[in-house]
């Protein structure tokens, strides 16, 4: 067994175990219900009987079949009880174990790297997660409702049939165990075209979320019959992937056909044998038909019960193997809740590189003081937004250390670390909620009066108040419905409601016209009174007035002053681009 099923069933019995009463009410109510079921044919033999045996009518026949008929009225009611039982105790474990499931998933995935949801599709990703829920409703109900049924009703049929003769009891014992055994194997055979199905069917799920998020690429660049083309590549894949699971599921079943009417008739020829013999009944033949025919009603689906069985399993083993992929970033043991109090950072001959390739970071050392300004700037890809990816521990660095007050980013929990650094990044991405929640989520405790405030601070109440519903409007997903210069006042507001110790800026003012971009400068510095901030820019206009300023190529600080330092140095790499921006301004 491949591990993604162990895990696979290791979790799905974790939640069993969790409800293991009402899975004990479950299955007793449910041999109630079969064992009633079963009986209710000999009853209804034994009714029969009186009546048709009987040389004349008499009120002693007549009470005989009345207490038979009650009796029957007595089993089909436990029969339906026992039913109703099954499905009211199986909606209250079932949808509290998919929820357990669901939430479990929900939180491990949350807490895997930047680099694997980079990696992932998110629209498989969800995916996964609803096939893993929904796989668990499915083998609870395979379970409940048909191998476990299916189990007491061959063990009570074959009790009856070897009460009436012992041959027939043996004829349908070998042909239950050639027939489910045969089916299973059918089964195992087309487990291959079922994950061959699956995979398909993610890859085809993966190309319309990809598609669907880049639309305006789509559209910008005519990409629409080429996508289109690509995509029909994907779904003809898929088609004759799953046109070979369904035709070899046809074929399983139409044996099944011929196999049962094989056993029906080779059974009521021995019994009426039997019944010309003298050994059995008129009444035993309606009996046996009844009993072959709940055989019959069991056993038709087996086939396709373990099919399902196998393609839940495998449906569920995807979101298992996410499961059971270690987390790239996990608190170290002992790691605790510590406040930034003072906001001081160092980062000590730190080296990093993405997937243990060319380094990004490499032997980087600085400090920035408490409530000090710094910048960072550099060409692209020379290591600026990396660096604050590592200040938020986003990744792990490779070697080196990186102090807060002088104490270990290793020693903060994850959570308690980026509760204290308020980002804006480049490209701000909001929920799919109101302005007023995204705006809070900086801070979720606040007021609605305190929301307003920073709004007002970050200067996107003016623009906030023109929408319809004002701090009601819906943002659209990843905040489509906003301008990216209105995405990154919100964003800041955000920042500015979380009153975190340590303020990061990638870019923050990149998408703000001249205008708006005075205004921001003007409510960051009054953000910034007693807060450490780290500036990430091109535009040299924004970081003028930094207390200090890095420059970085390579992932090494190759330059370090005052924008007046550097500006008049002779040669250096900050006077050439500020040259090239003409002073700083564009």
């Not at 979790?11 to 079969?34: D, I, N, R, S, Y």
């Not at 670390?417 to 801070?443: K, S, W």
């Not at 990430?536 to 930094?546: D, E, G, P, Y």
Request: charged share 20%; with cysteine; proline share 1%.
């Amino acid at each position: 067994m491949n591990k993604p099923r162990k895990e696979t069933i290791r979790l799905f019995f974790a939640q069993v175990k969790k409800f293991k009463w009402a899975v004990v009410v479950l299955l007793m109510a449910t041999v109630a219900h079969v064992f009633a079921q079963i009986y209710a044919h000999v009853v209804f033999r034994d009714f029969l009987d009186v009546i048709i045996s009987a040389p004349d009518v008499n009120q002693a026949i007549y009470s005989s079949a009345l207490g038979l008929l009650l009796l029957y009225a007595g089993v089909v009611l436990v029969e339906i009880l026992g039913d109703k039982v099954v499905h009211v105790v199986n909606i209250y474990f079932q949808t509290r174990a998919m929820g357990n499931l669901a939430t479990d998933a929900f939180n491990y995935i949350h807490k895997h790297s930047f680099e694997f949801f980079n990696n992932t599709f998110i629209g498989s990703l969800v995916k996964k997660v609803n096939r893993y829920v929904r796989a668990f409703e499915r083998v609870a109900d395979i379970f409940t409702w048909n191998f476990f049924r299916l189990f007491l009703t061959i063990v009570f049929v074959l009790i009856w049939l070897f009460l009436i003769q012992a041959v027939l009891g043996w004829v349908v014992v070998v042909w239950v165990v050639v027939f489910l055994s045969v089916n299973y194997w059918f089964a195992l055979k087309k487990v291959k075209f079922d994950l061959a199905k699956a995979a398909a069917d993610s890859v085809v799920s993966g190309a319309l979320a990809d598609t669907f998020t880049n639309n305006a690429n789509v559209k910008l660049f005519a990409g629409l019959r080429y996508e289109y083309n690509q995509f029909m590549v994907i779904v003809d894949d898929w088609m004759k992937k799953t046109r070979k699971a369904w035709t070899f599921g046809f074929y399983i079943e139409l044996w099944q056909g011929v196999f049962m009417t094989i056993l029906e008739l080779v059974v009521l020829y021995i019994a009426l044998n039997l019944w010309f013999s003298g050994s059995v009944a008129a009444v035993d033949l309606v009996l046996i038909q009844g009993l072959l025919l709940q055989i019959f009603f069991r056993t038709w689906d087996f086939g396709r019960l373990v099919r399902d069985l196998y393609e839940s399993f495998s449906d569920a083993e995807e979101m298992a193997e996410i499961l059971l992929q270690k987390h790239d970033i996990e608190d170290k043991k002992g790691a605790r809740d510590l406040p930034i109090k003072r906001g001081g950072v160092h980062f000590d001959s730190v080296f990093f590189s993405y997937n243990k390739g060319e380094k990004v970071i490499e032997n980087l050392s600085f400090e920035v003081k408490p409530a000090q300004k710094v910048a960072l700037i550099g060409p692209s890809g020379g290591g600026k937004s990396t660096v604050v990816k590592l200040l938020l521990r986003l990744y792990n660095i490779n070697k080196g250390k990186i102090l807060l007050d002088g104490v270990s980013i290793d020693d903060f929990t994850q959570d308690s670390l980026r509760a204290q650094v308020a980002l804006v990044p480049q490209d701000p991405i909001m929920f799919h909620r109101t302005i007023m929640e995204n705006i809070r989520y900086g801070r979720r405790s606040a007021t609605d009066e305190e929301v307003m405030a920073a709004a007002k601070m970050a200067y996107c109440h003016e623009f906030i108040m023109r929408f319809k519903d004002g701090y009601n409007t819906f943002v659209g997903e990843r905040g489509v419905k906003l301008s990216g210069g209105q995405r990154q006042r919100v964003a800041i507001a955000r920042a500015i409601l979380s009153n975190a110790r340590i303020l990061v800026l990638d870019e923050a003012t990149s998408s703000l016209d001249s205008e708006s971009e005075v205004l921001i400068q003007r409510a960051l510095e009054n953000l910034w009174k007693n807060k450490t901030a780290f500036i990430i820019a091109h535009r040299l206009s924004t970081v003028m007035k930094a207390d200090k300023i890095f420059v970085i190529e390579e992932g090494r600080i190759v330059e370090t002053g005052t924008h007046a330092d550097l500006v008049n140095k002779k040669g250096s790499m900050y006077g050439k681009m500020w040259d090239l921006q003409v002073g700083g301004y564009n």
